[in-house]
C-alpha cells in the first residue's frame, strides 16, 4: 500500500515536471549554458593545473621528499633564479647518489662500488660532436 502510494505520487511529480520542461524549453536550454559560461569565466579561472609531478604523487611527509630535501641541503645544486639562463646550465661533472645498504650493514663495505661509479662518472667523454653534455 505505501509502495503504491510512493509509486503514484512519484510518478504524478515526474509526469508534471516533463510537461513543465515541455513547455519551457527555452529556460533548460538557455540557463546551463548561462550558468556555465558566468561560473567559467568568474570562479575557474583562478585555477592553476598543477605541474610539479612529485607534489601531485607523493605525501608531503614522504620518505623521498625528506631524503631529497636533505640531499639538497647538503649537495646544493646552484639552481639561482637571479642568473642568466645559460649560467644555470654549468659545464662539469656532478650528480647525487644516496646509497643505502640492509639493515645492520655497514655502508662503508660499498665504498669501493661507489668509488667506481666517481671514476665512470668522470671519465665519461663524448665522441662525434664538437658539444658536450658533461662539459
Request: hydrophobic share 40%; glycine share 6%; aromatic share 8%.
Amino acid at each position: 500500500m505505501l509502495r503504491q502510494a510512493i509509486h503514484r505520487g512519484l510518478r504524478s511529480s515526474c509526469h508534471q515536471l516533463g510537461l513543465f520542461v515541455s513547455r519551457h524549453p527555452v529556460f533548460f536550454l538557455t540557463v546551463p549554458a548561462v550558468l556555465t559560461l558566468i561560473f567559467g569565466f568568474s570562479a575557474l579561472h583562478r585555477f592553476q593545473p598543477e605541474t610539479d609531478l612529485e607534489r601531485l604523487v607523493a605525501p608531503s611527509h614522504s620518505l623521498a621528499k625528506i631524503e631529497r630535501s636533505l640531499a639538497n641541503s647538503l649537495f646544493p645544486l646552484d639552481r639561482s633564479k637571479s642568473r642568466l639562463y645559460s649560467d644555470l646550465h654549468t659545464p662539469g661533472r656532478y650528480g647525487r647518489l644516496i646509497a643505502l645498504c640492509k639493515p645492520g650493514g655497514n655502508i662503508l663495505h660499498q665504498a669501493e662500488g661507489l668509488l667506481r661509479i666517481h671514476r665512470a662518472v668522470l671519465e665519461m667523454k663524448q665522441r662525434e660532436a664538437p658539444w658536450s653534455f658533461l662539459g
